[in-house]
């Protein structure tokens, strides 16, 4: 029999009685992937994050999430730099963006990448985090997400 809305045909004359259709090959992907999330999991451990693991688990026990596992961790950890890797790569690129229509200045040359806040705050603000200039009164940036 076809399932409907697609063009996948089921022979259930080759399972095993007890081998559902949608069990069918899942043994050997299930092991494989397996062994993927364990030697990830390995790489994880003998990664050392950029932000301190100390800080990460502050803000997973002050967003409610504790927890004492050390993977757990190393993996916001490492979500976490990969967000700050790509605000910073777009920020650059904004930059990059911004300077050639310009027309560049005398002195910007191709090795100049200079990070600059309003690059930053634009690659911020396409993930829906808005700063904004730091108050008189406390000299502190604001930043709220939508």
């Not at 004359?13 to 069918?24: I, L």
């Not at 932000?51 to 990460?56: A, F, H, L, Q, S």
Request: no cysteine; charged share 30%; glycine share 10%.
């Amino acid at each position: 029999p076809k399932s409907e809305g697609s063009n996948t045909t089921l022979d259930f004359r080759a399972m095993d009685a007890s081998e559902s259709p949608t069990k069918r090959g899942t043994k050997r992907k299930s092991a494989a992937e397996a062994t993927q999330i364990v030697q990830f999991l390995k790489e994880v451990d003998g990664y050392t994050p950029t932000i301190p693991e100390e800080v990460t688990r502050y803000y997973l026990q002050l967003g409610g999430a504790a927890t004492e596992d050390a993977t757990i961790t190393k993996l916001v950890s490492l979500a976490t730099d990969k967000f700050i890797a790509d605000i910073v790569h777009e920020a650059k690129e904004l930059g990059k963006l911004r300077r050639s229509g310009k027309g560049g200045g005398e002195g910007e040359g191709e090795g100049d990448d200079v990070l600059e806040m309003h690059d930053l705050a634009e690659s911020l603000r396409q993930r829906g985090i808005k700063i904004s200039k730091p108050s008189a009164d406390t000299g502190a940036v604001s930043v709220s997400a939508s």
